[in-house]
């Protein structure tokens, strides 16, 4: 049903139902692949603020399978190009390491600047703090390097436990500060050069668009909002990178966003724990997907840290669909496998595969895939739709056939998608 909401209310309720097709519609993956080329991932990341970066490549990076699944005909060339060609992308930090526009440089002036303070204080650094020289003085004379191109052999111990070079280092925190920007990676390999060779003066010398640290804190709670689209409150990975923003600065930044009505507060039928919030500019996207009016039903594929799956614990109350990421898992304790994706199809996440692809041969595998429980009307429009999607996913692979590994291959209806393949 239509809200037609006269004003803006503070809190609404809305069913599982709604609440499903609202993340995915925010998503765009209620149809997924409907916008295209740079354009097209520009106006998703202007929803969502940032995609994920993580270098593990099984069927492409994070990034990549993040806009496969919303941009039509992609191929990775095209975030090559924006990142280092356009340079209108920035390989930085916001969730993590993360992709944003190159125009979101100033908003995070005050998380370089604490970082840089936390550096100059740490007298444990000193190390670094002698190879930061080093750096910059060979970047400056030679152009872009990457860590194993400076000759320096003096080592330390990384905060996770192994040692590493302080060249490696001191580019980290060179970069962490903003002195140093990605200037292209060689597969995971990241090339530095000067920030002030890969983002313009007028970025550069931009002030902090922010007054004040509770200006910045409801800048960042908010974004982070709309890269959820649906937001619980409680603690969880999904709000890391918030600078210096924990639990009860969260929380005041939402009481705050609340009473300027930026965002609305949702409570979701049949689910006790909430509440939950949305923007308010999202209320217009709640509207349509109320209306009852379903788009066709498509079918895609989502790399595991995609900004849909942020929140497991949503996936699990509002989808019933429970997934981990195996990655970390060892070996002889993971139910599915090391790399699984999820898949869903109109308003429902109805299996997960094991993919894998050989770059020689150009063969995309399905090694095994998982039927979600209720998952039992694979009629012809289901079939339709993921024999669409495994020819968009094989095209953005670049695969010249698809493979199904021997623990599905009497699956009636993967047998019959691959077949018309």
């Known amino acids: 049903m239509a809200k037609n909401w006269a004003q803006q209310p503070t809190e609404i309720n809305i069913s599982k139902q709604e609440a499903r097709r609202l993340l995915l519609s925010h998503h765009y993956l209620w149809p997924p692949r409907r916008l295209k080329g740079g354009a097209g991932v520009l106006e998703y990341l202007q929803r969502v603020g940032c995609i994920q970066f993580d270098p593990i490549n099984v069927v492409g990076r994070n990034p990549d399978l993040v806009l496969q699944s ?29 992709v944003h ?14 970082l840089r303070q936390r550096f100059e204080n740490n007298s444990q650094a000193a190390p670094v703090h002698k190879a930061v020289e080093l750096v910059k003085d060979a970047i400056t004379q030679r152009g872009p390097l990457s ?66 640290t509770a200006d910045y804190e409801e800048w960042h709670v908010l974004r982070r909002i709309g890269g959820l689209g649906l937001a619980h409150a409680g603690s969880g990975e999904r709000w890391l990178g918030i600078a ?27 689910l006790a724990k909430g509440p939950f919030y949305i923007r308010a500019e999202d209320l217009d996207t709640l509207e349509k997907v109320s209306k009852g009016r379903q788009p066709q039903a498509g079918a895609a ?54 993919p894998a692809f050989n770059k020689t041969s150009r063969s995309f595998t399905i090694q095994n895939w998982w039927w979600e429980k209720g998952v039992n009307k694979k009629d012809k429009a289901m079939l339709a739709a993921l024999q669409n999607c495994l020819i968009a996913f094989s095209k953005y692979l670049g695969a010249s056939e698809i493979l199904l590994g021997e623990n599905i291959t009497k699956d009636r209806v993967l047998k019959q998608v691959v077949r018309v393949l």
């Open 70 to 98: 919303r941009i039509l005909n992609y191929k990775p060339q095209l975030l090559e190009d924006m990142l280092y060609k356009e340079r209108s992308l920035l390989d930085g930090w916001d969730k993590l390491a993360s």
């Open 101 to 114: 526009q190159a125009k979101d440089w100033p908003h995070f002036k005050r998380f370089r600047q604490g």
């Open 147 to 212: 860590s194993i191109e400076i000759e320096h052999d003096e080592r330390l111990q990384s905060d996770w436990g192994f040692q590493i070079r302080a060249v490696r280092a001191a580019m980290d925190m060179l970069y962490n500060i903003g002195e140093l920007g990605i200037h292209h990676r060689v597969n995971t390999r990241r090339v530095f050069d000067l920030t002030e060779k890969l983002i313009p003066k007028k970025l550069r010398r931009a002030p902090d668009p922010h007054a004040n």
């Open 244 to 270: 210096d923003v924990k639990s009860p600065q969260r929380s005041a930044a939402l009481e705050r966003l609340l009473q300027k009505q930026k965002i609305v507060r949702v409570r979701i039928e049949d």
């Open 301 to 354: 594929f989502l790399g595991a840290l995609d900004n849909a799956m942020w929140d497991r614990n949503v996936l699990r109350r509002v989808f019933d669909f429970d997934y981990t990421w195996e990655v970390y898992v060892p070996a002889q304790l993971r139910k599915y496998g090391y790399y699984v994706l999820p898949v869903v199809y109109g308003d429902r996440f109805v299996a997960r595969f094991d």
